[in-house]
């Protein structure tokens, strides 16, 4: 991935994680009420989950923001997004009527508001960019003037060695 293309991903996948984070922080009862929407975590961890999640996301955006730990925050953000697009498609798949809470809000809407092709594909543009992120960290404009390829290579040399 070029540098330059890099830098766009990096900046998109951060702003899109910061918004969605700082969005959701004001009313903990609406990011409660999306995450018991989806029918999927026992109710002992719907608060920590709707409590941590932005706290993740403002967490990994800031990092791509600034450029720094790029290639962990890119897999973090990787994560996220497949588990939201599993949320999502978990959903749609079982006739649920919610608003996704990704930008706040959430919680069950009337029958024909949602938006869940729209969700997916959003989701799945963002995994496709984390992921390139996660294989290509390198950027301009990043704080950080390192890739993380040096651990790889470390981790790699390293299988090596244990094999002879």
């Known amino acids: 991935m070029a540098p330059w293309s890099a830098t766009v991903a990096r900046l998109v996948l951060g702003v899109v994680l910061v918004v969605a984070g700082v ?40 990092a791509l923001l ?13 994560v996220l997004m497949a588990v939201f697009l599993v949320g999502v ?32 594909a959003r989701d799945t543009a963002l995994l496709l960019a984390a992921l390139a992120l996660a294989r290509w960290p390198r950027s ?3 704080l950080g003037g390192r890739d993380d390829s040096h651990v790889v290579a470390a981790s790699r040399g390293s299988e090596l060695t244990d094999a002879r």
């Open 23 to 62: 969005l959701k922080i004001p009313d903990p009862a609406a990011a409660e009420r999306a995450v018991r929407a989806y029918r999927l975590l026992p109710e002992g961890l719907v608060a920590p989950v709707a409590f941590g999640l932005p706290v993740l996301e403002i967490a990994a955006g800031l």
């Open 66 to 78: 600034a450029g720094v730990f790029v290639r962990t925050a890119a897999l973090a953000s990787a």
């Open 89 to 120: 498609g978990s959903a749609w798949a079982r006739g649920l009527q919610i608003d996704c809470g990704c930008f706040g809000g959430g919680g069950e809407v009337a029958p024909g508001e949602t938006a869940y092709p729209a969700e997916i």
């Open 140 to 142: 301009r404009l990043a």
